[in-house]
């Protein structure tokens, strides 16, 4: 079956970096694309990003331009997502999701990570 | 980037009654070339992460019960619950993927009266 496994919780100083993975099975992970999104507490799901496991092709959300990175490993089918110079409202569980490709829902999700930026 | 308003913020229905969620995109997600509407509806409960219901604005997902329904073309959709469970209480969003930079509908939160 297919599964999206997360990293555990992480708790960062604004400044740091913090990097996400997504360990994925039960599917060939190159015909695949993985999304990154993002939920703060108490609120909505924020599209961050997209890379396609094939080539490396990225998008990224303009908000996050600069700021994240996201990369993928077929030998383990992970993918990993590192976001840069965390603020505060960076706190959030950070999601991956399995889209086809591009123009196509989210049929698969991780089970999501929280991210704590504090001082 | 496409923006999705959803309504009502909140509603309560009472067990076995109609629950209907609306979803205004601010310009058109259905292509021409194919005749699709680019929309999907999530469903999330506490603690969970997002579960995709309907896609292709009126198809279910597979093992999704048949009393969620979606309609609609253009800029205007609706999420339906023809018969509310109580398994149903959560957090419903729309999603437009019409574009190659997704977004969300703010969310509809639907609990039990």
């Known amino acids: 079956q297919v599964q999206l496994v997360q990293s555990a919780a992480e708790v960062k100083k604004p400044g740091a970096s913090v990097k996400v993975s997504c360990k994925t099975s039960?599917?060939?992970?190159?015909?695949?694309?993985v999304s990154w999104v993002r939920q703060a507490p108490g609120q909505g799901l924020e599209w961050m990003g997209w890379?396609?496991?094939?080539?490396?092709?990225?998008k990224y959300a303009q908000k996050f331009q600069g700021r994240v990175t996201m990369t993928t490993d077929t030998s383990t089918t992970t993918a990993s997502m590192e976001l840069r110079n965390l603020r505060s409202d960076d706190t959030a569980v950070y999601f991956c999701?399995?889209?086809?490709?591009?123009?196509?829902?989210?049929?698969?999700w991780g089970q999501g990570t929280l991210v704590t930026v504090s001082s | 980037d496409i923006v999705m308003i959803q309504s009502p913020e909140s509603l309560a229905v009472s067990l076995g009654e109609r629950a209907t969620i609306n979803c205004k995109s601010n310009?058109?997600?259905?292509?021409?070339?194919?005749?699709?509407?680019?929309m999907g509806w999530y469903q999330q409960k506490p603690g969970h992460p997002p579960k995709l219901l309907i896609y292709?604005?009126?198809l279910r997902d597979t093992g999704v019960p048949d009393r969620f329904s979606g309609s609609g073309s253009g800029t205007d959709f609706t999420l339906t619950i023809s018969s509310l469970q109580a398994e149903d209480v959560a957090v419903y969003y729309c999603?437009?993927?019409?574009?190659?930079?997704?977004?969300f509908g703010q969310g509809t939160k639907v609990e039990l009266k």
């Open positions: 999701a399995r889209a086809y490709v591009l123009r196509f829902p989210f049929d698969y």
């Open positions: 890379i396609r496991p094939y080539n490396g092709d990225t």
């Open positions: 310009q058109s997600v259905l292509s021409t070339s194919n005749n699709k509407n680019y």
């Open positions: 999603q437009q993927y019409y574009t190659t930079t997704w977004t």
């Open positions: 039960g599917y060939t992970f190159t015909t695949y694309g």
């Open positions: 292709w604005a009126s």
